[in-house]
Each structure stands twice: as C-alpha cells, then as structure tokens.
C-alpha cells in the first residue's frame, strides 16, 4: 500500500488473516468495486453481556492475579499492541478491525459485583484494564470504567489500573477515595516524548507531554503513580529512556517499569507493514534489533525472558533504564496495598447484628 493511500488516525492500515475464520472477505478485484472496501475507517461498537468479567492471571511474569476489561478492542490504534490477537477469538482482524470494531460489555460493573461477593473470592489486586485500555474514547460516554471503580470501592478491594489516557482524571475523586483505604496503584504508559512519533506509533492516544501532566496531576493528589515505559522498541524509542525517567520523577512519580516489544502472532506483519511504511529509512534496523532481543524471531512467548528480551541490544537496554531510574528515583516505591478493608454485601448485612 502507498503511502498517500494509508488511512489517518489508525495504526494498522489492513486486516491479516484471521486464523480462527475459514472464510473471509477479500479484495481480489479491487477494480470492480465503487471504492475500496478498507476506506470506511469509521468506528463501530457492539455490546456485550458477559458472564464472568474478572478473569485470573496465569502468568508467571505478572505478579497480579486478575484482570478485567470493560472494552475488547481500542481505538488508541497503539501499532505494537498485544491485544491484537484476542480480538481474533471474537472473529475480527487483528489489524484495522481492532481499532474500529470495539465491543462494550455493558453489564461489567453488575458482574464484578456478583463475582466478588462469590463465598470463594480471594482478595488479590485486579488489574484495569490490562487488554485494552479502559480510558479509551468510548468511555468518556459509557462511563463503564468509572462505574467499575464504584463497585471497588464499595467492596473495599485493591486494584490497579492501566492507562495512556487523560480521561482518567475524571474520575479523581474516586481514586481518592480507595487511595485513602490504600487500595490503588495507577500505572501510566510513556512510550515516547517524541510528538511525530507518537503520531503514527499511538495515533490516537494522549500526547507524551499530557501523560507527564496527568502524572503530576495524580501525584500531587497523592496517588501512587507508576510509569511504564512500555514498549521500547530497540532502534525508535530506546534513547528516549533517560529523558522519560527524568520527566516522570520531576513529575512525581513513585515507581517506572519497562517491557521490550514483542511481536507475536499477527501483531509481526501488521507492524511490519507500519515501520516500512512510516520508517522505511530505519525498517530493516528497527525489525532487526528487535529480533536480536528475542532469539532472532520478531515474537517471544518464552515466560521469565520475554518481556525484557535476551542479547546485546537487550542487556543495553536494561543498563540504561537501571542507570537512569538509579539517577532519578532512588529510593522511591509504590506503597503496598491494604487487603484487610475487603467486605461484601453480605458480610455488611452481618455487621448489623
């Protein structure tokens, strides 16, 4: 695809196969068609209704226990995103449909509700969203994320949210409210400073300099705040890692963090297509670096070694986040959460007694 041809305001600009679909529809004769059939960049949203909205972390990497999303797919149109596959399961393309297909689970909050008053629930932090991002657009109107936030706090359970949206600020007041019990963590990706970057890497997020903002802003509240400086990709954003630490620690904020990118499944061609088409200049050094950080492959699902990568460009990195987070926030820590205010409707209801 050219250049002049790509749609603006998205990251991916096609749909790879879907490996779970046997059939599909595909431009095979582009020129029999009035216009072309990925010209409609339009958003769509369909709803919803899960059973079970809190789902356990497997993971061995992650030191949380659950997770849960009010939103499945996001039009932040972040190009490395590792969402990108599960939007798969739901029969859609992991590309542009991703973006602009999002499905809204409109009963989250009556399901978190219902699942934490489960006689069997253990009190561990849930994290928000860690899929996609629960700030998303849509969330300005369906308010799912500020409802969820509700029931926690009515519950008096732990969480800690994900975000690389100013939106969050709305909801302030409610984070207040659980920071007060010790029952928050708000972790703020910072993947690059650099605005033109931005634009095409994250094409519909907040800019580098809001997130800085939204930090201080939450800080000065007194919210712990945790930067992710997520993903680097080796050979675009690596240097910038010295200049992010510096800005978040004058920012406030407690903790920082990093993962390298990692592109597995079809999240490879997608962004592959992206970094020729928007860096041809740096495309073969960009996907080289990344490979030399995963045992030469693009993708890396390999548990205690696939987040932070392996290899030369791997080692430099991590000595240059080390370096720089030693220089800049020495000292600092994210204040442990409090399980002990955890109470249901039922055990409420006890209370009275």
């Given amino acids: 695809m050219k250049a002049e041809e790509y749609l603006k305001g998205r990251g991916a600009q096609y749909n ?67 969402a990108r596959n599960t939007h798969q399961y739901w029969g859609y393309g992991a590309g542009l449909d991703f973006e602009r297909k999002i499905i809204i689970k409109e009963n989250a909050p009556e399901v978190l509700a219902a699942q934490l008053e489960h006689p069997k629930w253990q009190v561990m932090p849930i994290m928000l969203a860690g899929n996609t ?59 690059t400073l650099d605005e033109k970057l931005r634009q095409k890497l994250e094409p519909r997020t907040a800019s580098g300099a809001k997130r ?10 007194g919210i712990p705040v945790n930067v992710m400086v997520a993903p680097v990709i080796p050979g675009l954003n690596d240097y910038e890692i010295p200049e992010i630490i510096k800005r ?27 970094i ?3 860096y041809p200049d740096r495309a073969e050094k960009v996907l080289s670096q990344i490979a030399d950080c995963h045992g030469g492959s693009l993708n890396d699902s390999r548990f205690g070694v696939r987040m932070h990568g392996e290899g030369q460009f791997a080692s430099t990195i991590n000595k240059l986040f080390r370096m720089s987070r030693q220089k800049y926030m020495q000292g600092r820590s994210m204040k442990p959460y409090n399980y002990t205010h955890f109470c249901t409707r039922a055990g409420k209801q006890l209370g009275l007694f």
């Avoid at 046997?22 to 769509?44: C, F, R, W």
């Avoid at 800085?212 to 509240?221: G, M, N, R, S």
């Avoid at 978040?248 to 992206?274: H, K, M, Q």
């Fill in 276 to 278: 020729r088409q928007a």
């Fill in 16 to 82: 790879p196969a879907n490996p779970y679909l046997k059939q599909e529809y595909v431009a095979d004769h582009i020129e029999g068609l009035d216009e072309p059939m990925l010209s409609n960049s339009k958003t769509e949203y369909f709803t919803e209704n899960p059973k079970k909205i809190v789902n356990r972390i497997d993971s061995p990497d992650l030191g949380l226990s659950y997770s849960m999303n009010p939103y499945q797919g996001c039009e932040h149109g972040c190009i490395y995103c590792y």
């Fill in 212 to 221: 800085l903002q939204v930090v201080k802003q939450l800080t000065d509240a």
């Fill in 133 to 191: 991002d629960c700030y998303q657009p849509i969330e300005a109107k369906k308010q799912l994320t500020r409802r969820m936030l509700e029931v926690l706090l009515q519950y008096r359970h732990p969480v800690s949210i994900i975000t690389k949206n100013a939106l969050i600020l709305r909801d302030l007041d409610l984070l207040q409210e659980l920071n007060k019990l010790d029952l928050v963590h708000v972790n703020i990706s910072i993947t």
């Fill in 248 to 274: 978040v620690a004058e920012a406030g904020a407690s903790n920082a963090a990093y993962t390298i990118v990692r592109l597995n499944g079809n999240i490879g061609p997608i962004f592959e297509d992206w």
